[in-house]
Structure formats: C-alpha cells, structure tokens
C-alpha cells in the first residue's frame, strides 16, 4: 500500500511517519517536496515502483510554493490544494493530519517559529544535538512567547487548516486528528510545561 500523509505543522506528523514506516516495514520519504538542502530525499528519489512505501508531506511544501501578498493568497491556496490533489491520486492511502487542540496547536507552532531560527537549522543538520530540533523533548513556557510569534501563529495555522480542509472536500477523505493517534498526556511527547520540571 502507498501511503501519503499530508500535513498541517504540529501536529505529530514525523511520529506517525515513523510509527507506519516501522509498523510496515517499507521505505519511507519524508517532505521529499520542501525544498531544504537537509538530507531529506528529493523527489525523484521516490521508488514509484514499489508496492509500498510512506510519503510525509507538509500542506505547505510543494514545487511552486511561495510567500504570497494578501491578494495573490486564495490563488495560492488553490494551487498548493491542486498539487496536492494531483499527488494524492498516485497513492492508495491519504491521510491528512491535522488538531482538534487549537489552543495547544497554536501555542507548539509559536515555539517552534521562535526557535527553529536558520542558525538552529543548520547547526542541527550538522549534528549538533544541543541545536533546536522540531522532534526533541521541550519545557513549554507562555512567558517565553512574544505576542507577534503567537499573532503569526494563529494566521499561518489558520492558512495550513483551510487548505486541509479544502483538500478534504475534493479528495472526499475527512481530515485524522493527532489525538486519534497519540496520548497528549503521554510521557513520549515532546512538550513539558514549566511545572512538569522534566528536562
């Protein structure tokens, strides 16, 4: 079974990913679209051929993505929806992964706009495990958070759920929450709030 897994951020996508490739027992291509010069696969890198492998894509990577202005933003939208309708029908299996938790949906994504900075980045990518990386255990702290990040949050998610959404309308296949696949009081989550006092 082909697998694609299409995702807004935050929402527990690299675990799932994971968790199917392991499961399984097949090749797994993660953001194979999203443009990084990290030692994720590049798109021609994908076996077409195999019966079965797992594809992690986030909502927001695709060949053509870009920052669009206020009036290029529906376009954009739609043509992002396209893509990915087109590269949902090569597989037999689409999941498209999103958050019930708003509240905490928000809050993970503002932690992380603030410190995946480009520095960050790149000292991860070169192995530098006291780097900032997406899949590592956190103490979450509101104080820590300015307002814009928390303001750019809320209008990127809001951006990434209406073209899930969109996408689920003409695929006919209904968004799959985080909470349908994992415990948020589980103690393999990434995120501690400061009274956990884990770390």
């Known amino acids: 079974m082909k697998t694609l897994i299409i995702n807004s951020p935050r929402t527990g996508s690299t675990s799932l990913f994971k968790k199917l ?7 797994g291509y993660f953001n194979p ?3 990084s010069d990290s030692s994720n696969p590049r798109p021609d890198e994908i076996a077409w051929s195999l019966e079965s492998f797992v594809v992690k894509n986030g909502i927001l990577y695709t060949p053509t993505a870009h920052n669009p202005d206020n009036a290029q933003h529906y376009l954009f939208q739609q043509q992002q929806v396209n893509w990915h309708k087109n590269l949902a029908a090569k597989f037999d299996e689409v999941i498209l992964l999103s958050r019930k938790d708003t509240i905490a949906h928000v809050e993970s994504y503002a932690h992380m706009l603030l410190y995946n900075t480009p520095d960050q980045w790149a ?3 070169k192995g530098d495990s006291s780097a900032y990386n997406s899949t590592k255990q956190y103490i979450y ?8 990040y928390m ?5 990127d998610l809001m951006h990434y759920e209406t073209m899930l959404k969109m996408l689920s309308r003409q695929l006919s296949v209904p968004l799959t929450y985080y909470e349908d696949y994992f415990n948020p ?15």
Request: glycine share 2%; aromatic share 4%.
């Open 123 to 125: 000292r991860a990518i």
């Open 185 to 199: 009081n589980s103690k393999d989550r990434y995120r501690r709030n400061k009274e956990d006092r884990i770390l």
């Open 21 to 27: 490739v392991k499961e399984r027992k097949v090749k």
């Open 141 to 148: 702290n509101s104080d820590d958070i300015p307002k814009d």
């Open 151 to 155: 303001d750019r949050a809320v209008r």
């Open 33 to 35: 679209w999203d443009g």
